[in-house]
């Protein structure tokens, strides 16, 4: 029976924490945002940040702006566009799966499997 483990575990305790507790004291900002639904969000921002013009609700997940009397209109559906675009993201995946294949095809003919 060999005992060749000696060194290992030797290193025991942590190394110096805290460095990324400080800097708890910046302060913050909350301001509103209303969607078109009325929901009002309150994210809190740092105060030297920029505030976005924008913000996304997190319960309809439409935009919402700071002027509660003109929130920012929905983003509209339109169906026959997205099924355009649809159709053109079928088309570049297939040309992407077409490409991939043959990359595939490349690979495994010049690095056969052993068996
Ligand atoms: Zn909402």
């Given amino acids: 029976m060999g005992s060749g483990n000696a060194i290992r575990g ?10 990324a507790e400080r800097g708890e004291a910046a ?8 969607c ?3 929901h009002e969000t309150r994210p809190s921002f740092a105060s030297d940040a920029p505030v976005p013009e924008f913000w996304d609700c997190p319960r309809c ?4 702006g ?3 009397s003109s ?16 159709v053109k993201e ?20 010049s690095s056969r499997p052993i068996y």
């Fill in 36 to 38: 078109a639904n009325m």
């Fill in 90 to 109: 079928r088309r570049s995946d297939k040309d992407g799966a077409q490409i991939l294949a043959e990359a595939l095809e490349r690979l495994r003919s």
């Fill in 71 to 86: 929130p920012p209109a929905p983003p509209r559906n339109e169906p026959y566009k997205t099924h355009l675009a649809y």
């Fill in 10 to 19: 030797s290193r025991v305790g942590a190394g110096p924490m805290g460095e």
């Fill in 66 to 68: 700071q002027d509660q």
């Fill in 61 to 64: 997940g439409l935009p919402a």
């Fill in 27 to 34: 302060p913050r900002v909350r301001v509103s945002f209303w």
